[in-house]
């Protein structure tokens, strides 16, 4: 029987896909059109309802039960004009992806009758069968309680698959005895957290901001490859990455994607799928190839994070199913193709008043650039103390792959902020003294005007390599994974900020009651900040061995691996910020720890199975079947009495394959023998440890075999598409 690679580069060619990119909406027209906005709520519920709504939104106050079912009705109608019947809670498990379970509105009464219902208890709380989802031990399997609330921050939304249009509700998940069980409510609960500490300090400077939100603005990198071909390759399907393929003759050395025009059939993908997102809300705004062949990103304009992490997750989602019309795969882990670049999702983030005001923007005054730089030195002030925590937060197994693989930021976490900003705080640092004034020409030099320019000049290129940098307005979390949920990232370093502002506060305060200016006071304690965390502070290239040598010497952690990294999450200095910031208690906090430990064994786990029966059931039959083709010629040739001489090439290439079967063959063993090793192993973390340290390193071993063996090996045979179609075919 012909090889699932070959039926599917048949197909590929026989059945070109039918490429569409005629007709264009204008996305004002359909923008939103999917999704339960205010406007709509607006026109839908009563005042009396729609205020208790925004109440709800703006400042978390309680919706009692009349009002539940009042908004409940409201979207009912809504949903119902728009041709929905059923209706999920939406949820983000810690499992990486989204949950739902689908209720239709219909129901029978006591008496019998029929009805469409949807109520406030409906809509407000849910019991799903929590027992499979993970719960790192918070919660005993045979319980099996936890509960979805909604969550009225995060708007309702229609999903469309095919025909089918399902209502979904954005909500948290709790186990039943109150503990978070998901990536979102950590999120919220540091987001209030935030909000209180900045508004705090912000009124230092205008007294009129009462409220402050982060904002995200992610940049989403995915592989887009034919999906009969994706389909061909188990390891991708079942782990998002290829765990063999030898290298394509070409790969990215020519850099003729990034600038080049975006392929046909992933234009067309790029096309339906961002008419999806636009019906969501999502607002999507760039979309471009990226450095690796079969590699692209696409970015919205920046939102509330709370938003804008549903709308990341969602976006996911909406590809992946709109990838399957198009015969596509999309690949969002972060590293799907050795050899060649990983894919990342910067987290730009910044902080907004209600006053409309970026609170890491420089200003216009000096006092509003003493508001900046208060800000933006207790950025670096939070990363530098926290650095280990929010290393944590991107730990995954995925992300090991590609952190520090020499395009993406080493697992070191630093901060570039550029030239022009260096010079400022080193200026601060010399000669902020007693004799400082609220118009002391640091202030002064900070003028947006003047500034921004040199910041963009400052931050065009080497950044590039750095895990945290700023970017004249906002910081860009750089080693966030593309497959991340970016709640968790998100949710450390508002927390951190959180802290740091707290702390600042109550330094400033302690000057200030002392008889200190308040704006000498602060500059005092900024100084003090900068002094404190400038080792953390790094302009030159993060992917440079000098660096690690570098900040070795400088104290720095360097954790390269995850079940080290996740150790910050349970370390003291993160369970004391969680559990006083009301974020995660410490028994939630060491059970995501568990939970995330659980996650990477898995990962682990699944790879190793995986290279193993590829090897048993794919390759070595393969490589047999030419072996024998070899020994067959051979002993042909032998047989007319032909001299060795006419045989000497098939002689050294059975020579080799024999060597690398055997070889693969061996390892493949050795490597079952550590799992078996490692799945003994009583302690999560040990076990972790092991599958790490033990397991792992066979990998690319193993791998290398199986790549000779590629190279080698009649084509025909081969059974796993190679690299080459995968990443250039469509
Ligand atoms: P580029 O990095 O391509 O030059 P930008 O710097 O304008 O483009 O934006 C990159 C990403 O940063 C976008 O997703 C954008 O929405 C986001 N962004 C811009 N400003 C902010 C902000 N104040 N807060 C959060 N994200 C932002
Ligand atoms: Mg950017």
Known sequence: MESLRLKALDSLFANPVDVNVEGSTKITTIFGENVFTLKKARHYLSDEAYKSLVASINSGKKIDRSMGNQIASGIKAWAESRGVTHFTHWFQPLTGTTAEKHDSFFTIKGDGTPIEQFDGDALIQQEPDASSFPSGGLRATFEARGYTAWDPTSPAFIFEVGNGKTLCIPTIFVSYTGESLDAKTPLLRSLDALNKSAVAVAQYFDRNVSKVTATLGWEQEYFVIDAGLANSRPDLVLTGRTVFGHSSAKGQQLEDHYFGSIPERVYAFMRDFEEEAYKLGIPLRTRHNEVAPAQFECAPIFEEAGVAVDHNILLMDVMNRVAKRHKLAVLFHEKPFAGINGSGKHNNWSLSTDTGVNLLAPGKTPKTNLMFLTFFVNVIKAVHDYAPLLRASIASAGNDHRLGANEAPPAIISIFIGKFLTEVLQEIKERVGDNFTEQDEILLKLDIHKTIPELLLDNTDRNRT???????????????????????????????????????????????????????????????????????????????????AEAARRGLPNLPTTPLALDAYVEEAALELFESLHILTHAESEARHEIMLESYIKRVQIEGRIMGELVTSHILPAAVKYQNVLIENIRGLKELGLSSETYANQLQILEKITKHINEGADLVEKMIQARKKANAVENTRDKAIAYCDEVKPYFDKIRYHVDKLELHIDDNFWPLPKYREMLFLR
Do not use: Q
């Open 466 to 548: 750095s895990p945290f940098a700023f970017t004249g307005n906002k910081f860009e979390f750089r080693a966030v994974g593309s497959s991340a949920n970016c709640a968790i990232p998100m949710a450390v370093l508002n927390a951190i900020m959180a802290k740091t502002l707290d702390r600042f506060k109550e330094e400033v305060d302690g000057l200030i009651e002392k008889g200190e200016k308040k704006e000498v006071a602060i500059m005092e304690v900024i100084k003090k900040y900068i002094v404190d965390a400038e080792k953390v502070l790094f302009e030159g290239d993060g992917y440079s061995e000098e660096w690690h």
